[in-house]
């Protein structure tokens, strides 16, 4: 049985995958979540691209191999980048909230934006400092270039309303059999907004996988409920 990893986004940790912990064990696969640096438990350490994959990396050599990699917002990017530098340890990638380019000037602007912020709320208690470490530690990523030379299976899993779905035709493009799944009337947080209609399609990522990650074509669907 495929074990499965999820890594949580920016500002969470991974508590928030508790509902799929459940679905998938109850399913018979193993399942743990990670805390990326500067989150949950390691909120006191900054967050950097190169220790989030070396997160992943732990986790992944924790469990008998390869894994189902599951990653919502800046885990999604984690894990894709994870996937494309150790290739051999991963059998597929669930990567939901994260089907847009992060780079160029609108990530400039936002940095800029976040490091004011973080600078003003920092001594409030507030973790906005966090997507400014972000920010800096993605600048210059390309998450189409490592989707391109990827030959393991791709599922992606946005909320009709999540804004990081802007580049949908892009990411599909670079991977063509990649399977997409829109859930309505979810947003970004598409987990914990629509549960039951993510983890269908996380179940059926995970019984693909097992049969050896064969997807036929490419695909699009509209998940039918958010809420069943």
Known sequence: MIPVVF???????????HQQMSAVRDAGHAALAVDLPGHGRRAGETFT??????????????VPGPVLLVGLSLGGYASLAFAARHPRK???????????????KPLAAYRALSLRVARTLRPSGHTWHV?????????GYSALADLRGLRMPVWLVNGVRDPLRLDEWRFR???PRARLHVVP???????SHAPLAFNRVLL?????????????????????????
């Open 131 to 139: 997507v400014a470490d972000m920010l800096t530690a993605m600048r």
């Open 49 to 62: 691209f190169a220790e989030a994959l070396a997160t992943i990396d732990r986790a992944v050599d924790s």
């Open 204 to 228: 059926r990522a995970l019984r693909e996988a097992t049969d050896g990650g064969a997807v036929i074509g490419p695909t699009s669907q509209v998940v039918a409920s958010a809420r069943s």
């Open 173 to 175: 493009l670079a991977h």
């Open 90 to 104: 991963v059998a597929g990638l669930v990567l939901a909230g994260c089907s847009t380019e992060i780079r160029g």
């Open 185 to 191: 009337r979810a947003g970004h947080d598409v987990n």
């Open 7 to 17: 890594v949580h986004g920016t500002r969470t940790s991974s508590a928030i995958w």
